[in-house]
């Protein structure tokens, strides 16, 4: 379940919580109960809201070269039966055919132990 972060003004509190990506907590007294915490001397009923702390992850996909040099195929769909082969090495040939068995990568030169 994700993570998420609300604040509470009236007492000055960010309190980290899980819960399912459907809810939504508005409440001080709602966040207490979740994460197991007695409101304290803040008002079960002062509002809360969900803060952003930290900048969401992105990732970038690794381009073909770099799936080829660590030993991946990978194919790409160009028509009817056929797919390009865009991490071809050597004598591979760089369009693979249905029914056409030598076109096939060298899987064997690949997979090592």
């Not at 809810?23 to 007294?29: A, D, E, K, P, Q």
């Not at 073909?64 to 004598?91: I, S």
């Amino acid at each position: 379940m994700p993570k998420y972060d609300y604040a509470c003004d009236a007492n000055r509190t960010v309190i980290e919580v899980v819960h399912d990506v459907g809810v939504t907590l508005r409440t001080w007294g709602e966040v207490c109960y979740v994460v197991g915490l007695e409101p304290g001397n803040t008002d079960p009923g002062a509002p809360v809201r969900r803060v952003l702390t930290g900048a969401p992850a992105f990732t970038v996909p690794p381009s073909d070269r770099d799936l080829r040099d660590a030993g991946f195929t990978k194919l790409v769909k160009r028509d009817d039966g056929v797919y390009e082969n865009v991490t071809a090495t050597g004598d591979e040939d760089r369009f693979m055919r249905r029914g056409q068995r030598g076109t096939r990568p060298h899987l064997h030169k690949k997979v090592r132990d």
